[in-house]
């Protein structure tokens, strides 16, 4: 930036809290500074800049889907090829579908915060030794994704099931993942009526997802009274800027030119 420039940030969520928010962050300044530019920046070269600067430049131990998803938003499948590539394809539902999706699941907050890069750390340490637990969490994608395009209107409650299979996984991947009171918290929505959820982010902290039929939500809710239930919808759109058009200034200079 070549003038002086103020930025100001505000979360609805706490940071260290496994939402993604430092990648939000980031992609949100970068799609920030070249509309400023009067530029625009495709999703792809934007999520893989925000990428290179949290892995590269800052050398942080994150993942690349946070960026994707904070760059496209929307309900994706997301492929890591070898080669580097990153391939998003959209989960295509019908409106009445994903929105009965939606509404059977609850977010809570444990109140735990965390730094992530430190979890993951010990789960990179890992890797070499947990690739067969991996593998079955990658395969469990494959199975939800089918729950959620073939399914009727109200039959998503083998996606509870899967969400509890690949919570079992993921504690496993190291012992830093969960804790006694992340315990508690699961085993109280399980004894209570969801039917599967797991830890959001890196582990140890943060939010919670759970999948409830709506019948049972209140008594989850009751069971877990002493924590913050956060409302969500999913959003289709990605970062956005919101009160500033790129291609104005453009369009601008256009009809100056053209007046000329």
Same mark, same amino acid.
């Not at 999520?47 to 760059?71: L, M, T």
């Not at 579908?97 to 340490?125: P, V």
């Not at 599967?196 to 049972?216: I, Q, R, S």
């Given at each position: 930036?070549?003038?002086?420039?103020?930025?100001?940030?505000?979360?609805?969520?706490?940071?260290?809290?496994?939402?993604?928010?430092?990648?939000?962050?980031?992609?949100?300044?970068?799609?920030?500074?070249?509309?400023?530019?009067?530029?625009?920046?495709?999703?792809?070269? &934007?999520?893989?800049? =925000?990428?290179? @600067?949290?892995?590269?430049? *800052? /050398?942080?131990?994150? +993942?690349?889907?946070?960026?994707? $998803?904070?760059?496209?938003?929307?309900?994706?499948?997301?492929?890591?090829?070898?080669?580097?590539?990153?391939?998003?394809?959209?989960?295509?539902?019908?409106?009445?579908?994903?929105?009965?999706?939606?509404?059977?699941?609850?977010?809570?907050?444990?109140? &735990?915060?965390?730094? =992530?890069?430190? @979890?993951?750390?010990?789960? *990179? /340490?890992?890797?070499? +030794?947990?690739?067969?637990?991996? $593998?079955?969490?990658?395969?469990?994608?494959?199975?939800?994704?089918?729950?959620?395009?073939?399914?009727?209107?109200?039959?998503?409650?083998?996606?509870?099931?899967?969400?509890?299979?690949?919570?079992?996984?993921?504690?496993?991947?190291?012992?830093?993942?969960?804790?006694?009171?992340?315990?508690? @918290?699961?085993?109280?929505? *399980?004894?209570?009526?969801?039917?599967?959820?797991?830890?959001?982010?890196?582990?140890?902290?943060?939010?919670?997802?759970?999948?409830?039929?709506?019948?049972?939500?209140?008594?989850?809710?009751?069971?877990?009274?002493?924590?913050?239930?956060?409302?969500?919808?999913?959003?289709?759109?990605?970062?956005?800027?919101?009160?500033?058009?790129?291609?104005?200034?453009?369009?601008?200079?256009?009809?100056?030119?053209?007046?000329?």
């Amino acid at each position: 930036m070549d003038r002086g420039l103020e930025i100001h940030h505000d979360a609805d969520i706490p940071a260290l809290s496994g939402m993604g928010s430092s990648s939000a962050f980031t992609v949100g300044l970068l799609k920030t500074l070249y509309a400023m530019e009067g530029r625009k920046i495709h999703k792809e070269e &934007l999520y893989q800049k =925000a990428i290179h @600067i949290e892995q590269n430049e *800052i /050398k942080e131990n994150v +993942g690349s889907q946070d960026q994707v $998803w904070a760059a496209c938003g929307g309900l994706n499948t997301i492929d890591f090829l070898q080669n580097g590539r990153i391939v998003v394809e959209p989960i295509i539902m019908p409106e009445v579908s994903m929105r009965n999706f939606e509404s059977r699941l609850m977010l809570f907050y444990t109140g &735990l915060s965390r730094y =992530a890069s430190e @979890i993951a750390a010990e789960q *990179i /340490k890992n890797t070499a +030794g947990n690739k067969k637990e991996l $593998w079955e969490m990658r395969s469990l994608v494959d199975d939800a994704e089918k729950i959620m395009t073939k399914a009727g209107v109200e039959d998503f409650f083998d996606f509870g099931q899967l969400l509890n299979e690949t919570w079992k996984l993921k504690k496993s991947l190291s012992s830093s993942i969960s804790n006694p009171e992340i315990d508690h @918290i699961y085993e109280s929505a *399980i004894m209570n009526g969801a039917v599967g959820g797991k830890l959001l982010g890196a582990g140890n902290g943060g939010f919670m997802v759970f999948y409830a039929e709506p019948e049972h939500q209140p008594r989850v809710r009751e069971a877990l009274k002493g924590y913050l239930q956060v409302p969500f919808k999913f959003d289709f759109a990605g970062s956005e800027i919101m009160v500033y058009r790129p291609d104005y200034q453009r369009a601008q200079d256009f009809e100056r030119v053209a007046a000329y």
